[in-house]
């Protein structure tokens, strides 16, 4: 609640990670269950879901989330944290394990809120469980980089997160997606020769905070989302306390251990954004799920930070033990290579050589 995450060379998909990696979905909607006591029990499921997908304790949040799914078998709901906490889980390890049953529950999740629809075409909660399926489509296809389908998602999925807030503008949780949607369809108009679209940066900024103030589950992915957008925005002081909030919850959360990391960066806070970055491997060590891309893009962050920090030597010695790393060499995985191989120019400088630096091989 990725984005993890991981690559911040393209800021535009890695934030979409984080508007669609929580499970986003509606307090209010819980009540359209038939008894009040069953609605409570359900909730209190997914609340617990959500804190365990936090805290990487997916074995947790996945049972939790079908117990609440085997009281409600016909509805959207729990199949929408299903997938959400399955997608979390790929886009926490770097891994495509899971994307046979991730792709089952969006099925099951769109399936149903379709036939809500069908049957109620004005239900605010129906549109935005078929918006959000959508949306965790829309980015699972970009990160494999069919763009073109990624796109086509993602139009129906603003299509129905607006048509939902339109019903009912009390659905906070959507405010999250329509914002990240308004912000960074913001900034790549800004980049064009002739702007497509007006600057909507700050009125995407009001509408996550207003997740961030009033969503029920959604709102750790809004904290996330929105600490990479004040970071995009120059404004790392509030992006390092907004994720600095979170960790104080969930200290060894990755989730928010990168944009805090990022955050101390950009402060040149060097030695604690190095903290950070040892203790995103360390908690991938322990989970046994610290693979060697990984690994590679914790050591290319660190090196960056020591050579930021004036320790060149430290900074060489990060690059040579990722350049070891096995790392696949498929088009997911490639950026890091080119990376480390960028970064070892400033092994070779001769100022490096003269203070007596090791380089890397």
Not at 287 to 296: C, D, I, R, V
Not at 337 to 355: M, R, V
């Amino acid at each position: 609640m990725t984005g993890r995450l991981l690559q911040k060379d393209n800021l535009f998909k890695e934030l979409l990670v984080r508007w669609l990696a929580a499970a986003t979905v509606l307090l209010s909607t819980v009540s359209s269950y038939p008894q009040e006591k069953r609605a409570a029990e359900i909730d209190s499921l997914l609340q617990a879901s959500v804190h365990c997908t936090i805290n990487q304790e997916y074995g947790r949040a996945l049972a939790a989330i079908d117990r609440a799914i085997a009281l409600a078998p016909n509805h959207p709901l729990g199949h929408l944290f299903r997938a959400a906490t399955l997608q979390s889980i790929m886009l926490d390890y770097e891994d495509s394990s899971e994307e046979k049953e991730f792709y089952k529950s969006l099925r099951k999740c769109r399936e149903l809120a379709e036939k809500q629809l069908r049957q109620h075409p004005n239900d605010a909660a129906a549109h935005f469980f078929l918006g959000s399926a959508y949306g965790y489509e829309s980015f699972y296809v970009s990160k494999h980089r069919r763009y073109l389908e990624a796109f086509h998602h993602g139009v129906k999925t603003i299509r129905h997160l607006e048509a939902a807030i339109r019903l009912d503008p009390t659905l906070y949780d959507a405010y999250l997606g329509i914002g990240s949607y308004k912000y960074y369809r913001s900034k790549l108009s800004k980049k064009l020769p002739v702007p497509l679209f007006s600057d909507e940066r700050e009125a995407g900024i009001r509408m996550i905070r207003q997740a961030v103030a009033h969503g029920q589950y959604a709102r750790y992915a809004a904290i996330n989302g929105l600490t990479w957008i004040l970071l995009e925005e120059a404004r790392p002081e509030e992006a390092f306390a907004l994720a600095d909030s979170a960790l104080r919850q969930f200290p060894n959360s990755r989730f928010f251990l990168w944009g805090a990391a990022e955050s101390a960066v950009r402060l040149g806070r060097h030695e604690q954004a190095l903290d950070y970055y040892r203790q995103i491997m360390t908690t991938l060590q322990q989970e046994k799920k610290l693979s060697p891309y990984l690994e590679a893009v914790c050591r290319t962050k660190m090196a960056r930070v020591s050579f930021q920090a004036g320790q060149t030597e430290a900074g060489c010695n990060e690059l040579a033990r990722a350049s070891q790393l096995r790392v696949p060499r498929d088009d997911w995985h490639k950026d890091i290579k080119k990376e480390i191989e960028g970064l070892k120019l400033q092994c070779l400088s001769p100022a490096a050589a003269s203070n007596g630096h090791s380089t890397a091989h």
